[in-house]
């Protein structure tokens, strides 16, 4: 399964009655984050403006002589659950994306250089990875986002050395988040171990040879202790997950990303998209006797639709607005999805 439940996705709630979960956090209490659902409401008119606005249509003349170098094949593979991207949406969203950041990485390499130059160093042209965040809600399609970026940078020869890690690595393991208190709050940003996530990417970014990043399993719903996904000098690193765009009084993971990308979509489809993600997982996933979330397989129908529902507005949607959706305007790039998941509308910062 390619895109199994993110960490905030499921509760540990499989004993009390759904309805007792939900604090009914509805679109109405949404209020305070309406500023920047204008982000997409007014026209990007303004000179001033930090962003410049694209359609479809003209997001893909700007790909210009790239080629598409996915095949049908392995575009199925790099899918998610529920999602509807196609070799079209590649071809008009991607391929110019992938264009732009390619050009990014040469132009940040030779910053890199010129500031080794000045200092001296006796290898001023090594190279320095070049690190995207990639954010958004859960169930919103940010995994794929993820893997088809990776898939097509490194298809350059320029960096063909492109690295995915997720942060759901870095989440606290659940006998931790119990020892807090928190295990309710998982997917929310003191989950995670903050300073370890930005100590790898810092050790990935100096050049350290090898940095091991955690193993998470959605099977057990906890970190997999002493296994390590290995990143070894890549030449771009790309970092998937729901808070990778937090700011703070201290450095954090999103000063040290290059280029950042947050996948946006309406609250009402992002719900819908979870409880059909949920509802298919119940007769997938779920069914392995194995699974920490087997105990969800056994509900009819309705409780499954109603389980989901609660879940979303007791963790999903308060993490969404109260953490993950205010960092969308630090993103380079924000994608914005329709309701049947395509990517028609593009805002690029520019200043």
């Known amino acids: 399964m390619r895109d199994p439940p993110a960490p905030s996705t499921i509760g540990n709630h499989a004993t009390r009655a759904p309805r007792e979960l939900s604090r009914t956090l509805s679109i109405s209490d949404v209020a305070r984050v309406e500023p920047a659902e204008r982000l997409w409401l007014e026209p990007c008119v303004s000179e001033s403006s930090p962003y410049v606005e694209f359609d479809r249509v003209q997001w893909r003349t700007l790909r210009q002589s790239t080629p598409l170098v996915l095949t049908e094949e392995e575009l199925i593979g790099l899918r998610g659950l529920g999602e509807q991207i196609d070799l079209d949406e590649v071809a008009e969203v991607y391929l110019p994306l992938a264009r732009l950041i390619h050009l990014q990485v040469a132009a940040r390499q030779r910053l890199f250089a010129a500031t080794a130059t000045f200092l001296g160093e006796k290898h001023p042209d090594r190279q320095v990875p070049f690190v995207i965040g990639v954010a958004g809600s859960v169930a919103v399609g940010k995994s794929t986002t993820a893997r088809v970026l990776q898939a097509l940078l490194a298809r350059w020869d320029h960096h063909p050395r492109v690295d995915l890690v997720t942060t759901d690595g870095f989440l606290y393991p659940t006998a931790e988040l119990m020892r807090r208190g928190i295990l309710h709050r998982k997917g929310f940003p003191e989950s995670y171990d903050r300073r370890k996530l930005l100590r790898f990417v810092t050790e990935v970014k100096s050049g350290t040879e090898e940095v091991g990043a955690p193993v998470y399993s959605h099977v057990s719903y906890d970190i997999v202790k002493g296994q390590y996904h290995m990143v070894r ?114 805002r690029l910062r520019k200043l």
């Not at 979509?265 to 996933?285: C, G, M, P, Q």
């Open 233 to 346: 000098q890549p030449d771009i690193l790309i970092v998937e997950g729901l808070n990778v765009l937090q700011t703070g009084p201290r450095l954090m993971v999103s000063d040290l990303f290059d280029f950042s990308i947050y996948v946006d979509a309406r609250i009402e489809d992002i719900e819908s998209w979870y409880v059909k993600r949920f509802l298919a997982l119940r007769k997938t996933s779920f069914t392995d006797p194995s699974s920490h979330f087997h105990h969800y397989a056994g509900l009819s129908d309705d409780h499954a639709q109603i389980a989901a529902e609660d879940l979303w507005h007791s963790i999903n949607l308060p993490n969404l607005v109260e953490n993950i959706l205010p960092t969308r305007p630090r993103a380079t790039m924000v994608l914005r999805k329709d309701n049947d998941h395509a990517i028609n509308r593009l």
